[in-house]
């Protein structure tokens, strides 16, 4: 329908079937099959002759002003649906937690050092499956993920979670603390994300259960700052603690068992309308 439209609008631009297949290039006889099968199609002639030429019809004139409306919407979807395509292919969007963005943020720079091209832009996660599938993510990147068949996985690696105090906290003069001995601790204890529980049930529920929860932040510099202000202590992935640590800051590692949590990158199943995430996904296998 689309290329009719195309030979019957040339024909009426130049007023004869002869000029009208020479800037189409193709044949006469080609052009005047396809405007008898849109005639046929409209139930109308759309051409009368006049002399050497062509007249356009009272029904052709309507079909006419329909005929560029239409073409012009086409083009205009052509044009958007190639920006759409352009622009998706270099931009990458990651949901991923502050906490974790500074553990990663020297392979961002890696990576964005290998594809400058690619434009990427960090969000939260909280259901990184389900944003994963509403496409308002590219890439997730987190420790908690619930199965789906629509998304895949991959390890990055793994953290060991540690105890962090104040210089002059009763324990800060411990370098090793039992898990188990988390429930005798005397100040709040913040825990670093509305999971962090779920993270230490493997290692005992009945003391993961135990141990208070004032407050709530998956940001590793708000739960570092009320430490400093001496509020309790916080249970924070080493690195992150490290990264902010100073004299006025105590690690203490545990043990019995040592808590661990795994970072992951996920990824729908049918990503490949977007270069951009396999070569995201490429980068990360090669570290």
């Given at each position: 329908?689309?290329?009719?439209?195309?030979?019957?609008?040339?024909?009426?631009?130049?007023?004869?079937?002869?000029?009208?297949?020479?800037?189409?290039?193709?044949?006469?006889?080609?052009?005047?099959?396809?405007?008898?099968?849109?005639?046929?199609?409209?139930?109308?002639?759309?051409?009368?002759?006049?002399?050497?030429?062509?007249?356009?019809t009272a029904d052709g004139?309507?079909?006419?002003?329909?005929?560029?409306?239409?073409?012009?919407?086409?083009?205009?979807?052509?044009?958007?649906?190639?920006?759409?395509?352009?622009a998706r292919v270099h931009?990458?969007?990651?949901?991923?937690?502050p906490m974790d963005f500074?553990?990663?943020?020297?392979?961002?720079?890696?990576?964005?050092?290998?594809?400058?091209?690619?434009?990427?832009?960090?969000?939260?996660?909280?259901?990184?499956?389900?944003?994963?599938?509403?496409?308002?993510?590219?890439?997730?990147?987190?420790?908690?993920?619930?199965?789906?068949?629509?998304?895949?996985?991959?390890?990055?690696?793994?953290?060991?979670?540690?105890?962090?105090?104040?210089?002059?906290?009763?324990?800060?003069?411990?370098?090793?603390?039992?898990?188990?001995?988390?429930?005798?601790?005397?100040?709040?204890?913040?825990?670093?994300?509305?999971?962090?529980?779920?993270?230490?049930?493997?290692?005992?529920?009945?003391?993961?259960?135990?141990?208070?929860?004032?407050?709530?932040?998956?940001?590793?510099?708000?739960?570092?700052?009320?430490?400093?202000?001496?509020?309790?202590?916080?249970?924070?992935?080493?690195?992150?603690?490290?990264?902010?640590?100073?004299?006025?800051?105590?690690?203490?590692?545990?043990?019995?068992?040592?808590?661990?949590?795994?970072?992951?990158?996920?990824?729908?199943?049918?990503?490949?309308?977007?270069?951009?995430?396999?070569?995201?996904?490429?980068?990360?296998?090669?570290?």
């Amino acid at each position: 329908m689309f290329r009719q439209l195309e030979c019957f609008i040339q024909i009426c631009r130049e007023g004869s079937f002869t000029k009208a297949a020479e800037v189409l290039m193709i044949s006469q006889p080609t052009l005047s099959q396809q405007i008898r099968f849109l005639e046929a199609e409209v139930g109308a002639a759309l051409f009368e002759r006049v002399g050497r030429g062509v007249k356009v019809t009272a029904d052709g004139e309507i079909l006419y002003d329909k005929a560029l409306s239409v073409m012009r919407l086409l083009e205009e979807s052509k044009k958007e649906t190639h920006e759409l395509r352009h622009a998706r292919v270099h931009k990458l969007t990651i949901g991923i937690s502050p906490m974790d963005f500074f553990g990663l943020i020297s392979r961002f720079v890696k990576f964005h050092e290998q594809y400058p091209d690619i434009t990427i832009k960090f969000t939260s996660v909280e259901n990184t499956s389900q944003q994963l599938l509403n496409s308002s993510i590219d890439i997730g990147i987190t420790d908690n993920y619930v199965p789906n068949k629509e998304v895949h996985m991959m390890h990055l690696y793994k953290e060991e979670l540690a105890l962090v105090v104040y210089a002059d906290h009763p324990w800060a003069d411990r370098t090793v603390v039992s898990f188990h001995e988390l429930e005798d601790l005397e100040s709040s204890l913040f825990a670093s994300d509305v999971s962090l529980l779920e993270h230490l049930q493997p290692y005992g529920a009945t003391h993961a259960n135990s141990l208070q929860s004032k407050f709530e932040s998956n940001s590793a510099a708000i739960l570092l700052s009320m430490v400093l202000l001496k509020m309790g202590a916080a249970i924070l992935p080493v690195g992150s603690i490290e990264r902010f640590s100073g004299q006025q800051l105590k690690i203490i590692r545990l043990i019995d068992p040592t808590p661990v949590r795994e970072i992951k990158l996920l990824f729908r199943r049918h990503h490949y309308n977007n270069p951009s995430v396999q070569k995201c996904i490429d980068f990360f296998l090669r570290l």
